[in-house]
């Protein structure tokens, strides 16, 4: 019995580290965002309600092609290829942050100390949050309003 129990905290712990280990893979140093949009825009992203980092290879975009069609894309960030791609007919015409404006909601962030981002999102309502980790490894999570310069609220972890 007691070496079953010393068996299960081994594999959670294992488990553990595992997880910690993959989130560690999926966040970027904040002036590769650069690149990133570079790589979107080619692709033919306009607008853009969330980028993701996905691992140190490659990011998940979701956002506009035009005012008619929606992308979710997968995009290697060596080649800037798609490896996975579903777009979507929506009316009602894109909504999102431009490359300015997810530039100036990365601005802020690092200035309330992000060193490397995991995610930035955008809802209708034009409330960005940018989400990842300062210089010391902390979390951090910085929010403002589409296209204001400063932030709103930071929360660090």
């Excluded at 791609?85 to 894109?94: D, H, L, Q, S």
């Excluded at 980790?133 to 309003?145: A, F, K, M, T, Y």
Aim: charged share 40%; hydrophobic share 40%.
């Amino acid at each position: 019995m007691k070496r079953k129990m010393i068996l299960a905290g081994t594999l959670a712990s294992l488990m553990a580290a595992a997880s910690l280990a993959q989130a560690e893979e999926s966040r970027l140093p904040a002036e590769r965002l650069d690149d990133i949009l570079a790589k979107a825009s080619a692709f033919g992203f306009t607008h853009f309600g969330e980028i993701e980092v996905k691992d140190d290879d490659s990011v998940e975009i979701e956002g506009w092609l035009d005012d008619e069609w929606q992308a979710e894309v997968r995009l290697s960030l060596e080649t800037g290829e798609s490896l996975e791609e579903e777009r979507k007919r929506r009316e009602g015409g894109a909504w999102g942050m431009n490359e300015d404006e997810v530039r100036l909601a990365m601005e802020a962030a690092v200035a309330e100390g992000l060193a490397e981002f995991e995610e930035i999102q955008v809802d209708r309502d034009g409330r960005v949050e940018v989400e990842g980790r300062d210089g010391e490894g902390r979390e951090l999570e910085v929010r403002s309003r589409q296209g204001e310069e400063g932030t709103s609220e930071v929360e660090r972890d």
